[in-house]
């Protein structure tokens, strides 16, 4: 029986995977049911359409820049598996608020003052929801799972969240709003309940007062954690992944919309496509690496990245207008469209390169610090990280108020990469540095 066999099965792995599941699923089915309402039923400008889904982005992240800190000083002096309750009971209360924009907007009552404004306080809220959960998914896995299986968990846990963002991406293009609305609150309970059967996970080594003060708790932290050369870079790695990677989640809409005249179904196609292949690159690095946490292929994979979106830059460059009966191509027209095969493989080679570059980092940042201070690792990464994605998210919405062509953005974020390729191979230069003589 294989490691990824035996975690599927066990208890100390499977209820914390199908919670983490749901999250996910939640989290993508609600912002892309409102983002792809709003983008094709509300406004008909490509640069303002940017705009609301940069505004969606940065309203999700400036939890995790706030208040991550604090969400990893209590996940690891608490117990992980009461908070994880906690936190999914306070996602039903979120989706029901979110719920309940969806159900305004679908009805068009009070768009703009009560609908559209209620959908954002909630996708803040899931923000601060996301914000106390992702330290523990991570940090509670060495302290669950065995030395040669964290890798192994690792990759699962993000093949799972990408899986269930393939899920909600899906749903979110193919449901009607009001739908939407009713299944958010349903999965939040039934992500409630499989918490409940996450095993208890009691803080490790010596409690420590919290401090409550976010701006200096996070300052501490990330001093803390950022001394060591190889977290550092780790850090810095990741979060230059998630900058490149907001920029494309924001575009996607807009740029299917105004440069390949197709439906929200295609733009659903796209996330789709885009989270299928990082869970392939994050089962693929596992099997390549063989249960060995190192940045070995890192630099490679984002450079490998980095070369599909110029590829796929070119494609949406070309793309022929659409001169059918129909505004905007659905799937069924769309996938037979010359460039179509072309324009969906540099997709899912970006996807795939990405995964395969992200997940030993995570493993990384999870097995070489002290069990105790694992939670607080991820929050101190989890506060670059959003950092990273709200100058993401901000250089989108500049970009689209200069003018600058969704295409030619491709390529700004393409040049990115190289940074990216730089930080993993000196990480990986500082793992083989550190290794005994």
């Avoid at 976010?214 to 870079?233: A, E, G, H, W």
């Avoid at 994979?301 to 599909?308: D, P, Y």
């Avoid at 590829?311 to 191509?329: K, R, T, Y």
């Amino acid at each position: 029986m294989t490691t990824t066999t035996q975690l599927i099965r066990a208890r100390r792995f499977l209820p914390l995977f199908v919670t983490q599941l749901l999250g996910a699923f939640n989290d993508n089915l609600f912002k892309n049911a409102m983002v792809l309402f709003v983008v094709y039923g509300v406004y008909n400008s490509e640069a303002a359409e940017a705009r609301f889904s940069a505004l969606a982005s940065g309203i999700f992240v400036i939890p995790f820049f706030l208040l991550s800190a604090l969400a990893g000083q209590m996940a690891d002096m608490r117990d992980k598996s009461r908070i994880i309750r906690i936190v999914k009971l306070c996602e039903i209360f979120i989706m029901l608020v979110g719920g309940a924009g969806l159900a305004l907007a679908w009805k068009g009552i009070a768009l703009h003052t009560t609908a559209i404004p209620l959908m954002l306080l909630a996708l803040f809220a899931m923000g601060i929801h996301s914000t106390f959960f992702g330290p523990i998914k991570y940090a509670i896995l060495p302290q669950h799972l065995r030395e040669g299986e964290v890798l192994s968990g690792t990759g699962l846990v993000e093949a799972g969240t990408y899986i269930a963002v393939l899920a909600g991406t899906i749903v979110a293009g193919w449901i009607r709003v009001d739908i939407a609305a009713v299944t958010v609150v349903v999965i939040a309970a039934i992500g409630y309940l499989a918490g409940r059967q996450v095993p208890p996970a009691p803080p490790l080594g010596k409690l420590e007062p919290i401090d409550y003060h976010v701006v200096r708790s996070s300052i501490n932290l990330v001093r803390t954690t950022m001394q060591d050369r190889r977290v550092f870079l780790a850090i810095c790695a990741i979060s230059f992944f998630w900058a490149i990677g907001t920029v494309l989640f924001v575009q996607f809409p807009p740029l299917t919309k105004n440069i390949l005249n197709a439906s929200k179904e295609v733009a659903s196609l796209f996330l789709v496509i885009f989270s299928v292949g990082v869970a392939i690159g994050s089962v693929a690095i596992n099997a390549l690496l063989k249960g060995t946490v190192s940045a070995r292929w890192s630099p490679l994979s984002v450079i490998g990245m980095g070369v599909f979106l110029v590829a796929f830059q070119e494609v949406c460059s070309i793309w022929p207008p659409h001169d059918g009966p129909e505004a905007l191509m659905n799937v069924a027209v769309f996938v037979v469209q010359p460039l179509a095969v072309p324009l969906l493989l540099t997709l899912l080679g970006i996807a795939v390169c990405g995964g395969m570059f992200v997940v030993p980092l995570y493993a990384f940042l999870t097995t070489f610090v002290d069990k105790s201070q694992t939670a607080r690792t991820i929050a101190a990464n989890n506060i670059v990280n959003s950092g990273a994605m709200v100058v993401g998210a901000m250089a989108t919405g500049l970009m689209s108020l200069l003018g600058l062509p969704v295409v030619l953005q491709l390529v700004v974020v393409a040049i990115s990469c190289g940074a990216s390729a730089w930080l993993g191979f000196l990480l990986y230069r500082a793992e083989r540095a550190a290794l005994p003589a």
